[in-house]
T-cell receptor
Framework: ETGVTQTPRHLVMGMTNKKSLKCEQH?????MYWYKQSAKKPLELMFV???????ENNSVPSRFSPECPNSSHLFLHLHTLQPEDSALYLC????????????FGDGTRLSIL | GENVEQHPSTLSVQEGDSAVIKCTYS??????FPWYEQELGKRPQLIID?????GEKKDQRIAVTLNKTAKHFSLHITETQPEDSAVYFC????????????FGSGTKLNVKP
């Protein structure tokens, strides 16, 4: 299934670097989500975009900056991250009018040195 | 907000046995309950879901039951196979919240041949 595509799959960066994660969906959905998945923790919802408008910022530190230029694309810009930010970052999409299933990408495995 | 608890955190069964994973939720307004399977290094995939207007749903070897009064729902896998070994997540969602999902902490299922 290639409905939700995330790049890169793996990323190693230093704490002073700036990088971006990319998500693209080909399902015609109008809501997109960023999740953080750490070991032995529930999936943590970070951001929700509905019709390209951010509708949720779940107390996420400002070193994470999302961007949704259109309903098919979602970015997560990273800068001055901390070691505890190492995790799997998952993107998902769905129809905004829920409840509806969310479809996930394969995620980006992020390691902060 | 919604709080979803999931038990057990790990479950080992013999091939051919049944496996049951249980989740409870706190918000009586939640009305959609999906279950996701995540194999190691892969994306979460929807395996079955249930809405609050039904009490049970089956799809081959997988079934989900919902008790709205007690606010709990369960995943049942019959005739387990080693290929069923994965982490299973439950979630709860409601109407009018941009389709936000609240996930349980996951159950690691190990099916021994």
């Amino acid at each position: 299934e290639t409905g939700v595509t995330q790049t890169p799959r793996h990323l190693v960066m230093g704490m002073t670097n700036k990088k971006s994660l990319k998500c693209e969906q080909h399902l015609g959905h109008n809501a997109m989500y960023w999740y953080k998945q750490s070991a032995k923790k529930p999936l943590e919802l970070m951001f929700v975009y509905s019709l390209e408008e951010r509708v949720e910022n779940n107390s996420v530190p400002s070193r994470f900056s999302p961007e949704c230029p259109n309903s098919s694309h979602l970015f997560l810009h990273l800068h001055t991250l901390q070691p505890e930010d190492s995790a799997l970052y998952l993107c998902a999409s769905s129809q905004e009018r829920g409840p509806q299933p969310q479809h996930f990408g394969d995620g980006t495995r992020l390691s902060i040195l | 907000g919604e709080n979803v608890e999931q038990h057990p955190s790990t479950l080992s069964v013999q091939e051919g046995d049944s496996a049951v994973i249980k989740c409870t939720y706190s918000d009586s307004a939640s009305n959609y309950f999906p279950w996701y399977e995540q194999e190691l290094g892969k994306r979460p995939q929807l395996i079955i879901d249930i809405r609050s207007n039904v009490g049970e749903k089956k799809d081959q070897r997988i079934a989900v039951t919902l008790n709205k009064t007690a606010k709990h729902f369960s995943l049942h896998i019959t005739e387990t196979q080693p290929e069923d070994s994965a982490v299973y997540f439950c979630a709860a969602s409601g109407v009018g919240n941009f389709n936000k999902f609240y996930f349980g902490s996951g159950t690691k299922l190990n099916v021994k041949p």
